[in-house]
């Protein structure tokens, strides 16, 4: 089946790094994406990566890749309390339905 | 171009009432889907349609949850005779066609509690 993993909580201080990783189980994923969503609000689009990318950068935002593990990240650099939300991987099977499978989401603290 | 509007934002409701929940995809936006998210879950698709079609409903319950998206006008999910269990934030999508490098594009949901 398929099925999205990730860690529930992170917490770092503000000028630091974060790491968001996210394990996935459809190895015929195609697109894999990354959601914020702050309190009480929508979801985000952050950024995604096709399958067959190792990386990608959008300015603060590195996702990283790891196909044959099934293993997705997303670093923040230089981390800001603004960046203190729910974060979201979700992956786009290789079916013919577009509908996307989430991960339950790791909520970022960020210290200042 | 507006985004994906939803409304209610917040919907209260009384167990056994019926809730209808709007969605208005962005312009130029023919597919709509439908997720929900339980209190400190991931959110769970439920439905997918085109416009007077529903496509995929394998993820929303078979009794007392309906869908359409009718030619005209907002896309509504409807649940009847609602439980405290359907109280969750619902959130609509919509993308410009079904290609695998189409994005979903969320609307700010519509938060229901049943009491």
């Known amino acids: 089946g398929e099925d999205v993993e990730q860690s529930l909580f992170l917490s770092v201080r503000e000028g630091d790094s974060s790491v968001i990783n996210c394990t996935y189980t459809d190895s015929s994923s195609t697109y894999l994406y990354w959601y914020k969503q702050e309190p009480g609000a929508g979801l985000q689009l952050l950024t995604y990566i096709f399958s067959n990318m190792d990386m990608k950068q959008d300015q603060r935002l590195t996702v990283l890749l790891n196909k044959k593990d099934k293993h997705l990240s997303l670093r923040i650099a230089d981390t800001q309390t603004g960046d203190s939300a729910i974060y979201f991987c979700?992956?786009?099977?290789?079916?013919?339905?577009?509908?996307?499978?989430f991960g339950k989401g790791t909520k970022l603290s960020v210290k200042p | 171009n507006a985004g994906v509007m939803q409304n209610p934002r917040h919907l209260v409701r009384r167990r056994g009432q019926e809730a209808r929940l709007r969605c208005s995809p962005m312009k130029g936006h023919s597919h709509v889907y439908w997720y929900r998210q339980l209190p400190e879950e991931g959110l769970k698709f439920m439905v997918y349609l085109q416009k007077e079609n529903i496509i995929d409903e394998s993820g929303m319950p078979k009794e007392r949850f309906s869908a359409e998206f009718p030619k005209e006008g907002p896309s509504i999910l409807r649940i009847q005779q609602v439980v405290r269990g359907d109280s969750a934030a619902y959130f609509c999508a919509s993308s410009f066609s079904l290609t695998s490098a189409e994005t979903q594009y969320f609307g700010p949901g519509t938060r229901l509690l049943v009491l």
């Open positions: 979700a992956e786009k099977g290789g079916g013919s339905q577009g509908n996307l499978i």
